[in-house]
């Protein structure tokens, strides 16, 4: 009996410590970034962009870039702005890395750029 009730109590301890670990990792939230490739114009500032697919596509769609890491022709990231998108800067072909933020009690959601990789 006493073998069965100390099972009962570490099962029990196990099935808290199993809900306290699985509200941490809800709590993280690992978001996945969708992948594009296109074609990039700057604003005077250096701090957003219009994003196009297709070069000659109609529709962009406009980002803020201010701080994503980024890395040019070589295998290094940095975390400063990158120097493919000076402003006034057109027709910079890019690999964006979107994530899209759910908006949250008065937060708004967006769609962010979380890293840029800056081609040709």
Same mark, same amino acid.
């Given at each position: 009996? !006493?073998?069965?009730? +100390?099972?009962?109590? *570490?099962? /029990?301890? %196990?099935? #808290?410590? @199993?809900?306290?670990?699985?509200?941490?990792?809800?709590?993280?939230?690992?978001?996945?970034? !969708?992948?594009?490739? +296109?074609?990039?114009? *700057?604003? /005077?500032? %250096?701090? #957003?962009? @219009?994003?196009?697919?297709?070069?000659?596509?109609?529709?962009?769609?406009?980002?803020?870039?201010?701080?994503?890491?980024?890395?040019?022709?070589?295998?290094?990231?940095?975390?400063?702005?990158?120097?493919?998108?000076?402003?006034?800067?057109?027709?910079?072909?890019?690999?964006?890395?979107?994530?899209?933020?759910?908006?949250?009690?008065?937060?708004?959601?967006?769609?962010?750029?979380?890293?840029?990789?800056?081609?040709?």
């Amino acid at each position: 009996m !006493r073998i069965a009730i +100390g099972a009962l109590i *570490v099962f /029990a301890i %196990g099935i #808290g410590a @199993g809900v306290v670990l699985q509200r941490q990792l809800d709590d993280d939230q690992l978001a996945r970034p !969708r992948v594009v490739e +296109g074609y990039v114009f *700057v604003n /005077a500032s %250096g701090t #957003g962009i @219009g994003f196009r697919e297709d070069f000659d596509a109609d529709e962009e769609e406009g980002y803020n870039i201010g701080g994503p890491p980024w890395r040019g022709g070589s295998a290094t990231w940095h975390d400063t702005g990158p120097s493919c998108l000076e402003p006034l800067v057109e027709n910079q072909r890019v690999r964006l890395g979107l994530v899209t933020v759910e908006p949250t009690e008065d937060a708004p959601g967006y769609k962010a750029v979380v890293w840029i990789q800056c081609l040709d």
